[in-house]
């Protein structure tokens, strides 16, 4: 790429906005990259990246002299036109979205005709207009305001950056929206320009229509356990038709993450602060709720009582391939064990650290040998590559029960059954 790529600054070095960095100084840019967190950026500076992401430490590496970390939002502001904010906006108590991070940034721009906030971080509709209202009331209306909103997925975070479904930027039709277009440019991305309301929706919409997707195959996987059909055939069937696709057709043990949840709350609530009633989101929330719950009524079918049973948690974090632990199936999972009187070990390859923060009292393995050792069940609830790949037959020869429920539809019953195991996944009888 030409080093006479557009310098960017981006606010906030948690993962989307080192994603974002890496990504456009792969593509060119110098990026300036800004965090109030003094000892992150000591880290980021001394080469440490303080998020498990598959190939971000070897792209931050790689373009280690294009990347400038700092605590100067001066910085940022000399070198670049474009400020990519990129802060966590998480839910408070009432679902909406904390957006203190947002306006403290807000808040730390000096008037100027020659820069623009671009919005990677996830905000309400609204946000946007309302950014602009603050900055026109002190006097900083030649600031201006694109909305661009991510979507990339943990643990395949670089791919999705360098190779987008669509690229969103929601903009005044001005300089600032042009020049992001033109960023985006080299990765011949599908564009939609449009208004910044709209942008902002498209964020919130996709997130929700996908969790929708995972409840509804979810329910679908309850029927199918009582009427006697099969999830996995059922999913392959719809999912050929154009109309509904192959993908997020997974029935498990419910989303997590630090979006889907969020966001379709975050959804629900705006709807709500608006006057209106957004029904189906609701069945949506409860439908996961629900399905993370749903393990301890196999396992008491199995196990009876769970008081004094040992169950063995293979996973914990929300998802395989990244450590962290929002809003994990894994938290309700083993809260509600424990609730019922069971001892619970687990065992995850990296989120442990992550684990024990959030989860007491439960017994962490260093293998997932040691954790299903004399286990009366065992429970699959991250689809690692390891635990698939695991010799099921040395398993069962660890443990003192036989149950193993596929919390992810991930395992080969037959694989499971030929060692002696008693095989229960998701919707599939
Ligand atoms: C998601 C969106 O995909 C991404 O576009 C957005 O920017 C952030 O939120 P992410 O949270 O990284 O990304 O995870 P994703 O891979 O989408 O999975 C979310 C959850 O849904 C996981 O808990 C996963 O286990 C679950 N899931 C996904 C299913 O249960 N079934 C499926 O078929 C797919």
């Known amino acids: ?87 966590g906006t998480p839910p408070t108590y009432s679902g909406d979205a904390d957006l203190s991070a947002v306006h403290a940034v807000v808040d730390s721009m000096p008037p100027s005709d020659r820069h623009a906030l671009v919005m990677k971080s996830t905000v309400p509709v609204g946000t946007g207009a309302s950014i602009k209202r603050t900055f026109a009331e002190r006097g900083k209306d030649g600031f201006r305001y694109v909305s661009c909103p991510e979507f990339l997925k943990e643990g395949s975070a670089i791919a999705d950056f360098l190779s987008p479904d669509r690229v969103v930027v929601g903009d005044d039709g001005d300089w600032a929206g042009d020049a992001v277009v033109e960023l985006y440019r080299p990765l011949g991305a599908p564009l ?32 199918c356990e009582v009427t006697g059909a099969t999830v996995t055939e059922v999913a392959r069937g719809i999912g050929l038709d154009d109309r509904i696709g192959p993908k997020f057709l997974q029935a498990g043990i419910g989303f997590g993450g630090s979006c889907f949840p969020k966001d379709v709350n975050a959804l629900k609530q705006l709807a709500g602060n608006s006057g209106y009633h957004f029904q189906l989101l609701n069945s949506v929330i409860e439908v996961n ?19 004094g049973k040992r169950v063995a948690l293979l996973g914990l974090a929300f998802k395989p391939n990244t450590d962290d632990m929002r809003e994990a199936s894994s938290l309700v999972l083993a809260a509600r064990l424990q609730a019922d009187g069971a001892k619970v070990g687990a065992y995850d390859p990296v989120a442990e650290e992550e684990a024990r923060k959030l989860i007491r009292g439960i017994d962490f393995a260093p293998g997932p040998l040691d954790c299903v050792r004399d286990a009366d069940a065992v429970v699959l609830v991250t689809e690692w590559d390891e635990f698939v790949a695991l010799d099921w037959a040395e398993v069962a ?33």
């Open 192 to 223: 939609v320009r449009t208004d910044i309301a709209s942008s902002e929706m498209v964020k919130l919409a996709a997130n929700a229509f996908l969790a929708t997707k995972i409840s509804f195959i979810n329910e679908i996987a309850n029927v």
């Open 1 to 87: 790429m030409s080093a006479s790529r557009e310098p960017i600054g981006v606010i906030g070095t948690g993962y989307v906005g080192l994603v974002t960095a890496a990504g456009f100084a792969e593509l060119g840019s110098d990026v300036w990259c800004i965090d109030i967190d003094a000892e992150k950026i000591d880290r980021l500076n001394g080469g440490e990246i303080p998020i498990y992401e598959p190939g971000l430490a070897e792209l931050v590496a790689k373009h280690r002299r294009r990347l400038h970390f700092s605590t100067d939002i001066g910085d940022a502001l000399e070198h670049a036109r474009l400020l990519f904010v990129a802060v």
């Open 397 to 429: 020869g660890e443990m003192a029960g036989t149950v193993v429920i596929d919390g992810r539809n991930a395992l080969d019953p037959d694989v499971i059954r030929a060692a002696g195991l008693t095989y229960e996944g998701v919707g599939r009888s």
């Open 289 to 307: 709720e629900l399905q993370k719950r749903r393990v301890i009524g196999k396992l008491q079918k199995h196990l009876g009582g769970l008081v």
